[in-house]
């Protein structure tokens, strides 16, 4: 866990997020939480690291996804030297 994010302020957001119930909340929170652009980017980074856990090329995922190589490779990044997180929602979605 990365120290400089671990504040009070994070764990209230992340608390508020785990008391939504179903994707309405989602959607009704998120919305009112970010703006357009940094949700779409949001999911982009998901949605790459899905296709990346996949096996998809680079270019396959921009044709795709439209996020840029080096978007990309930060996400790639995040799946090979990060903290797992992705891995840990991937292996709960898909059981």
Known sequence: MNKKIKTDAVDSLFDAVLSLENR???YSF???LCT???LLSLSQRYEVASMLKAGKTYMEIAEKTGAST???SR???S???GNDGYE???SRINK
Do not use: G, H, P, S
Request: with cysteine; proline share 0%.
């Open 30 to 32: 998120f919305e009112d």
């Open 24 to 26: 309405d909340e989602c």
């Open 88 to 90: 840990m929602v991937f």
């Open 36 to 38: 357009v652009n940094e």
């Open 79 to 81: 799946l090979n030297y």
């Open 70 to 72: 080096a978007t990309i």
């Open 75 to 77: 996400v790639n990044r």
